[in-house]
């Protein structure tokens, strides 16, 4: 989302007669939009502005702006702390950035906007088109989250669930697709809650696909207790729709879930996944993971293990418990740092296991490679396959924004290599 954001927050400062320059020493503003997810978040955003300073020793300083969660969730400690800091703006402010730098260029004020503004940030990006113009490209159709999981700080930095207008999103969708997009993920803190006048999810997707120049569709990130039958059943009639789905669990165990506050069971994310499956066989999925949240004892981590190796995850997020500030979970008793990092080392090494046996699978088959971009200067062209595979293949045409066949002749845990052409030759695959 902060990906979507920094792009909007680009098409923002255009209008203010900015435009991007390659080399941080050029800038006559910097504008750092911030993740507040893990830990440390604060002391990178010190971290990035000590190397600022260091750069602008023996020039005039930029206007210095900080966006994004950090932003939301510490933005009076920044101002006080950080001199060198002319703005802090949350993400549901952003809209309000031309009047901010026109503030500082002019008065040179401080500034701290964190104002949950969603409904006119919004009104306000909607006047002013996505210029955004990658293959394969974001789209915020939903934000904020009313679901308060105990070790999150989503819901106290974007705000409560909104949803904006489909036609709004519809219009946002056919811009990206005349600028040159082929596949557009629909992004939402909680995409599947997607609810605007009566309109789902699925009837969004419906509507999207209806533009004949889109080829892809995928949304993320889904909550799993918001899904819907009709969602479920468009996975198996809408070849656009992509068979990849994420779907966080976070852990393995019961009683771990209750605790994070999850709402549902183990055995209820099992069901899901044979509604899936029954819809669409070859559905895959990749899903989050906490390692080591307050409470989780050997057995439930082993609960986790079990859980992996049943789903066969095609990739997994994780990630050592690390307290937010503000949350419930910041409250409750960590586990002894030891025991975290084994048990991280222990999950990624069969998560990485059960991935390298199913990448090694993919050896000799066909698939369908979205193209995103030529890599460097050469001959080499980088895209993604139906299951977001990374996927690397040789080719003299210039391959950006086409869909072709390829056969996957290698690879290693994170990157597939292949040929356009059918004749088929295989490589070693390095585990
Ligand atoms: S559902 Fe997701 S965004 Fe919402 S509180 Fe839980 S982890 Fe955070």
Not at 112 to 131: A, G, P, Q
Not at 343 to 355: G, H, S
């Amino acid at each position: 989302m902060n990906e979507y954001d920094s792009n909007r927050i680009y098409d923002l400062a255009k209008k203010s007669n900015y435009k991007k320059t390659e080399f941080v020493q050029d800038a006559d503003c910097y504008i750092l939009n911030t993740c507040h997810i893990r830990e440390k978040a604060t002391e990178k955003v010190y971290h990035d502005i000590g190397r600022l300073k260091k750069e602008f020793r023996h020039k005039k300083k930029p206007i210095v702006v900080i966006t994004g969660c950090v932003a939301q969730a510490e933005g009076d400690i920044l101002l006080k702390k950080e001199k060198y800091i002319d703005a802090v703006i949350g993400p549901q402010s952003y809209h309000q950035l031309n009047n901010i730098l026109n503030e500082i260029e002019k008065n040179h004020n401080k500034v701290n906007f964190t104002e949950f503004d969603v409904i006119k940030k919004f009104d306000t990006l909607n006047y002013l088109k996505n210029s955004g113009n990658d293959v394969s490209s974001f789209l915020t159709i939903q934000e904020g989250c009313d679901k308060f999981c105990k070790f999150c700080v989503v819901p106290y930095t974007r705000g409560a669930e909104f949803s904006r207008s489909d036609k709004e999103i519809l219009q946002e969708c056919k811009d990206l697709v005349d600028n040159g997009s082929k596949e557009i993920t629909l992004l939402g803190q909680n995409v599947s809650s997607y609810g605007y006048k009566g309109k789902k999810l699925s009837d969004l997707i419906i509507k999207i696909s209806s533009i004949d120049e889109l080829k892809r569709i995928r949304y993320t990130t889904s909550h799993p207790i918001d899904f819907d039958e009709d969602l479920i059943k468009i996975h198996g009639s809408l070849k656009k729709l992509m068979p990849l789905i994420h779907l966080p669990i976070q852990s393995g165990s019961d009683k771990i879930l209750k605790s994070m506050n999850r709402k549902h069971t183990v055995e209820y994310y099992f069901d899901l996944i044979d509604k899936f499956k029954k819809i669409n066989p070859s559905i895959k999925f990749s899903s989050d993971f906490i390692i080591g949240y307050p409470g989780e004892t050997e057995k439930d981590f082993n609960d986790t293990l079990k859980l992996i190796k049943k789903v066969e995850f095609i990739n997994t997020y994780s990630f050592i418990y690390s307290p937010r500030p503000g949350t419930p979970a910041a409250k409750m008793k960590n586990i002894d740092s030891l025991i975290l990092k084994e048990r991280l080392v222990k999950f990624q090494k069969l998560a990485t296991e059960i991935k390298i046996k199913y990448k090694k699978s993919l050896l000799r088959k066909k698939c369908e490679i979205l193209f995103e971009n030529r890599i460097g200067s050469g001959d080499r062209f980088f895209g993604r396959d139906e299951y977001f595979n990374s996927v690397i293949v040789k080719s003299k045409e210039n391959l950006k924004g086409m869909l072709k066949k390829v056969i996957i002749t290698g690879g290693n845990q994170n990157t597939l290599f292949g040929e356009v052409l059918s004749k088929m030759k295989t490589t070693e695959f390095a585990a």
